[in-house]
């Protein structure tokens, strides 16, 4: 009989009398809502707001500690007192070697040159309506036409390499001084071909006093002809003669300094 009774019962462990929902009901939310509550997940609880406020206090007393530190946090002087400095085992400071003329100088108006290679190319050939400068009379011939062109710049009719050009080529100058001009000058006469001269720190210094004597505005060919077809006054430097990398004067002028 009570094995039939057990069968038929599909809840054997419940009173008859308990209401399960009341009994739920009656411990405040449901237990579904109970789990949510309880359900965290590890390192995402919140953090409390005593404990942020701690935090910051820490972090402005230890702010002004450092910034009263004393002389340890002293970045005006290169050590402490009483501190012994390791002895320098680096050696004697590089010796940087006098080098023949044309090659430093060459050397120095190649990265002057860069901002001229758009229009007159990294060769010098020139290009839609831009003469070269590689073969050009107007590059290897006398100095002084050569530092106005450069400085001012070139308007109207020129003739270059037996081809007729009209055009406006802009001014160089500002920026130039004496030892950008002096190595510019030298590297486009003595690359792509080209051979001449060797343009000292004298002889651009005078052309920076012509240049700046004649004000602005671009030159033209009548008036290189007619002022400027001529070599710069200055002395003048063998493309062997050894020059300070520093100062691009020659080492016995220098030493008699």
């Known amino acids: 009989m009570s094995d039939q009774q057990s069968s038929a019962d599909p809840r054997p462990d419940l009173d008859d009398k308990i209401n399960v929902a009341d009994a739920h009901a009656s411990l405040g939310d449901t237990p579904a809502v109970n789990r949510e509550k309880r359900v965290t997940e590890n390192g995402m609880e919140p953090v409390s707001l005593g404990l942020i406020l701690l935090s910051g206090f820490v972090m402005l007393v230890g702010g002004a500690v450092l910034g009263k530190g004393g002389g340890f946090f002293d970045y005006d002087e290169l050590y402490l007192d009483g501190m012994v400095r390791a002895p320098d085992t680096g050696g004697p400071p590089p010796v940087i070697l ?11 108006g190649a990265k002057v040159y860069s901002k001229c290679a758009g229009c007159h190319g990294a060769g010098g050939a020139g290009g839609s309506g831009i003469p070269p400068l590689a073969g050009s009379d107007w590059v290897t ?32 100058g500002l920026g130039l001084g004496k030892k950008e001009l002096a190595a510019v000058m030298t590297y486009i006469r003595n690359d792509w071909g080209n051979k001449a001269s060797v343009v000292s720190l004298e002889q651009a210094a005078k052309a920076l006093e012509i240049a700046n004597a004649r004000g602005d505005g671009a ?11 001529k070599d710069l006054e200055g002395a003048e430097l063998l493309p062997e003669t050894l020059i300070d990398p520093i100062t691009f004067e020659p080492v016995e002028v220098q030493a008699a300094k």
């Not at 080098?99 to 430093?104: Q, R, V």
């Not at 400085?151 to 001014?171: D, L, Q, S």
């Not at 030159?219 to 077809?229: A, G, P, Q, S």
Request: glycine share 12%; aromatic share 4%; hydrophobic share 35%.
């Open 141 to 172: 011939g006398p100095t002084e036409q050569l530092s106005q062109i450069i400085y001012h710049g070139v308007t109207g009719p020129i003739e270059v390499g037996g081809v007729a050009y009209n055009g406006v080529m802009p001014a160089q």
């Open 98 to 108: 006098p080098a023949p003329a044309l090659a430093l100088l060459s050397k120095e």
């Open 219 to 229: 030159v033209t060919v009548e008036e290189l002809k007619k002022n400027h077809d």
